[in-house]
């Protein structure tokens, strides 16, 4: 009788705590002596500081430090380019950008403090559009650059031209995507302190502790050694909790100024200021088909938006201009990416990493391009899958794929095949049924040539176990799948196994929760870990049974013997006697695992980044007021290929919670930036969809067995985010006949599109 | 250039946190919605609890909790018998048992809570005395025994009788020893949360974080997995927090009782009743020696006092019967020591472990008799003295002493050649010097048949070290002691290692800090583990410099060739360089040690039980007030045999300490029972010796270099406690001519014992 919870519906292990409100996040944090960061804020979106004079903020009572950009430090932090300092120094380049800070006793003082605080700042012309970056005679947002140009991909594989030539059918057309807010519940949140050695503490709301640690010694000129970073309780990251914004870096900047703890923790308008939103892109598509729709050419230019600073956005932007060419067979691909700046509030990373921007412009070319062909888009999709064992245009292994299946679900789902091309078109409400497909990563070794993991485990005397590891779980359910693979291993109860959150002093360095790596690569370093615990018992069991180790198994809480199962010990009296002996010890192990992946070549591209690739699709059902523009999800079916579904409930959930966020992207949320300033940055005017705007949403498990994956998972946090804008866009366009490229899909843009169509019927 | 500073005076590595106020002891933790906990103590030394009535303290606004015997924990705690109930029941068997425990919004009105605690006693008749517990007609401590008999040794070896028929001098006497409060800075403290999980989190003074939690896991019914042990900043133990008190578990049971977290500070008085005291033991001593002075016939009988629970008091009296026969070559020794109960306050572990009561009964009577055989004391000494190499007539192999040399240290500091029987014996104020010899255990395997140690490390990127273990540092230089190691076998800066405090969560298992082992046994595992770390950086470095295993050498930050050190990478790189490849992970390791000792056999006694024994002489002058009857110490030189001193300033300091303490015990300190009640429970009163009653205290040291030590190193911080009281008396003897043994040495029992002695001159 197993314990074993794999691929059952488990409640998240951290549950508990999060409903009974003993979860401690960075912001429940309370130390004594503890002072409040606030930061003041660039209005300008480009302007030189003249003179900054923080005299009557640190004579105000209850003050205790005021940072300013002169003062403040002098290593500028980034991914791509290291450019931004913590507080901006001379001049701004977005209106938010952090120019100083205050630690006070009180949050009401710090803020006052921040009134004090008199900077005179010379306005200075703005860059807003990328369009104006490009033009030759623009100002460089940064000094020391020829150009506003932060980044670009070029490549082309086959002969795409040719191929052009050859193609039956040619279609081009330009997508415009917008920036989305992450949107997470609780925003960025530190706590930072000294220690008693002097060292700096940081608890923060993070996907990766390390990373943030390396940051701060980076940034605090301090040995790595010298900080210690503690993910506390995070409520949500999509990919903004990276290393993304300064919260951890103002908080510890602060701790040292004062020498006592001091918290910042945004509130939400600070935190669409601070964060970055996702990279806004303006992508040219041009695919070429044959006759059966099968797609032979593939030419993508994309100009994106990184803001002030480029932070994730250039990888963002490799991800849109070229992991869609994998998910097909066409070998003929060319992609011209040009990432710019301008005096704009920066993007990066965000849940699908670039993946969301071009697949939008894919699937919506795709529908397109089947209905001009006359072919079912569902064929198409199908037609021009990459299949498991082969190799794509880019060097990708698939070992598995799930994506005709899902396919299949999702048609199935929505009655595709029944109700295509039967549904009414006339009437004031009409309705349209759409999908879309779409590829991610599960893992990605384009950090550092390394894509590892490594779990510790100890084995307690009451044979429970604690498991030690720094990827985090900010909600998605890292703690969890952890829990249930290390159960699964010693077969033991879930609750027998308790998961430490990630401290850089106790926990294996691991580099966090992003590219949706987690569960494949922690998931087998806990296999791997779990593997080595189980060993030290088995042999201790040998020794005490007398038994060859072969004969012996770890099954239902004890080691026995296979043949006589009652001759057997309990894993507490294993691991009390593996202790209390000569030569003991506690079992404590530890287990990595790294992926046997290929990093792309610096110069042609190629590689095998990831060690699996996560597919998913979907298909939706609208309903389009023609009076009033309004767009409404009638239905919703998302199919994750998450290769086995370790915690099902747990991947339902992150599926639907991908597909309202789509689905917000795609028809509510639009981050209002006028004349470089965010204007809508609260939750009244920032219209992220509520439970009412949503459908209940459906969605779909299609378990493709990774040869690589732990028990053949991949990763299912980010790929179900994909499809949702293209199958919406093209859902619209069944019901409706219009295609808007341009998104969000706001009835106004629907309307307007209508009365385009109309316009030559009544000409 | 190594960086080593092995054999070198150094700071504590905790020290300036500690000087800076920035070391967090228990009584500093806040934790939000934190109570604090106060005890009811009994007042009388027995009776039975009639009746407890809480519910005018739980009315009383700010009260969480009342917790009493009745709905407390009903599982026992103790070390050889479990049998003390947190919270007494029925029946109370000390004045200070703790009777209810309370929680309140702060600590004044926990205090004023415990006012109204109704509790109506039934007084009955008390045993207050080892002699009344030892009348057959007395009743039983504890129900459910036939005697009050807690423990009892018993062994023979040799022909004890027929060495005694042959011996040239048979001397006997008894000596009464007294007990000792611990007289750390710091008392008792404990601070317990339920935490996010609803596990119990504590942080508390101790020695062994461990034991700690394995206690509260089985008192309060938790898998230990449930419990969560940290080590806070401890200011002194001696042995008094081991897990001698409740303190922990108070604070555990109310924590759980309230779901919030709650304090427990003893301040000095409630320490004094809490605490365990040292054992008091009347001590019949009786040996017979050849012509020469060698010791040829020992005969001991113990009777010792362990209050009313037996606590570790068993274990100590083990020592006292024991320890010191294989300080010499005698074969015949017999012992026959019985632990009582009585209704006194509880007795138990302290530094020098039942070593120092019998020390001074061995060293006053080895003086007495070479006086009688008309020998040099120091010369019956080194006649006597084991040497290496030896088995002791218990088994113990003696694999390093300098006892020869330490006496030698200390006669030359004093002057013992030439002032021995040279000075003034008129006038009022007379001056005498007296010596005394000593041994002790380094590490013991008692404890459960293992003596080991796990260090686990971890380089960081910048080539840094943090060292996670749980034996405990409470001042006596722990921490210091694995940082030098490590940084000695990585040929790393000091600074460079950073210790964490133990955690049960997240260090290994260890045992903690008893028995002097912790140089031993983890400075052992510390150098297996920075082997091990060591030999990954190596590994790295010959694939990075395409260079064999054995031409590379560890030292000064690089790992280089040994022929051409400039080709060598520094240890950030190869730790990152680890990391991040094809198959990386950063550098984690875990080293253990265990002794290879032989337990003793549970019949015969017999075993080899410490890796090591480590060896202390004194020698004091002193001055006698003929008038006054007040004895000061006018000189003392401490001479410890350490093995090596991988610290000379810590080792001078715990040396200095002990002789403090010893002083301290042997003329100034005295628990003051009357009628079973503590009544000098305060600083004031109970008169630890200030600095001004204390000679510039000098010490010495001897590297006997044990073949089983860290670089030859042993115990440093137990054994110099030993020598004191019997140098001191006979120190006293040389001075007036009388032998004082009962202690402590006050001027009344001088004065008496003059008079006696002057008595039959009148008579």
Known sequence: ?????????????????????RAQYAGDIQLPGMLHGKVLRSPYPHARIVRVDVSRALALPGVKAVATGADGPQVPWGVHHKERLTLARDVVRFAGEEVAAVAAATEEIARDALDLIEVEYEELPAILTPEEALDPDAPTVHSGRTDNVSHEIRFERGDVDAAFAQAHLVHEATYTTHSQYPGYMEPMASVAAIDPDGRLQ???????????????????????????????????????????????????????????PVRVVNNRLEDFLACATSVPER??????????????????????????????????????????????????????????????????????????????????HIDTMARQLDLDPLDVHRLNAIERGETSVHGWKIGSTGLVECLAQCAAAIGWHERRGRMAR??????????????????????????????????????????????????????????????????????HVHVVAPDTDSAPFCIGSLA?????????????????????????????????????????????????????????????????????EGIQ??????????????????????????????????????????????????????????NPQAVHGQSNGAAAQAIGWTLYERLQVEDGRIVNGNFADYTMPSPDALPMLRSGIVESNDPHGPYGAKGASETAILPGPGAIANAVFDAIGVRITELPITPEKVLAALRRREEPRHA
């Open 1 to 21: 009788m197993s314990a074993s919870t794999l691929g059952t519906s488990v409640p998240q292990v951290n549950a508990r705590a999060k409903v009974m409100g």
């Open 202 to 260: 940081v608890w923060t709301s993070t996907q990766s502790a390390f990373l943030v640690r390396a940051r701060l010694a980076a940034v605090l000129e301090l040995p790595v050694s010298r900080v210690r970073v503690i993910q506390a309780t995070t409520g949500g990251g999509f990919g903004g909790k990276i290393i993304e914004d300064a919260n951890s870096l103002i908080a510890g900047l602060l701790a040292l100024r004062t020498g006592r």
């Open 283 to 364: 992508i040219t598509l041009k695919l070429g088909m044959d006759r059966a729709g099968r797609i032979i050419a593939k030419d993508v230019r994309i100009v994106a938006d990184c803001g002030a600073y480029s932070g994730l956005s250039a990888e963002v932007m490799h991800v849109s201009a070229m992991r869609s060419d994998n998910m097909h067979r066409n070998a003929n691909v060319r992609s011209r990416a040009t990432l710019v700046y301008t005096h704009t509030p920066p993007h990066g990373a965000f849940r699908g990493f670039g993946g969301t921007q071009m697949l939008f412009a894919l699937n919506s």
């Open 426 to 495: 006339q009437g004031i409400r009409r309705r349209g049924i759409g999908l879309a497909a779409a590829m991610h990563v599960s893992g990605n070794r384009t950090i550092g040539d390394w894509d590892g993991s490594t779990v510790m485990l100890k084995v307690n005397e009451d044979g429970r176990v604690v498991l030690h590891c720094s990827e985090a779980d900010m909600g998605q359910g890292a703690m969890t799948m952890l829990s249930q693979v290390v159960a699964h291993e010693l077969d033991i109860p879930l609750a």
């Open 516 to 584: 949706s790596r987690v569960t494949i690569v922690a998931g087998n370093a806990a296999i791997v870990a779990a593997g080595a615990a189980r060993d030290k018992l088995i042999e201790q069991a040998a020794s005490m049974l007398q038994a060859p180790v072969a004969e012996l198994q770890c099954a239902g809480g004890t080691v026995h013997l296979r043949a006589a199962p009652e001759r057997g010990l309990t894993l507490a009296e294993l691991a009390r006697a593996h202790l209390w002996r000569h030569g003991g």
């Open 589 to 646: 192990v530890t287990g990595s695992w790294d992926a046997a992946t290929e990093m792309f070549d610096k110069n042609t591209l190629m590689g095998n980044i990831a060690p699996a690739y996560s597919f998913a699709a979907q298909a939706v059902e609208v309903e389009v007021d023609t009076e009033t523009g309004q767009v409404t999800l009638v239905d919703s079916f998302v199919s994750d290929d998450c290769g086995k579904a370790l």
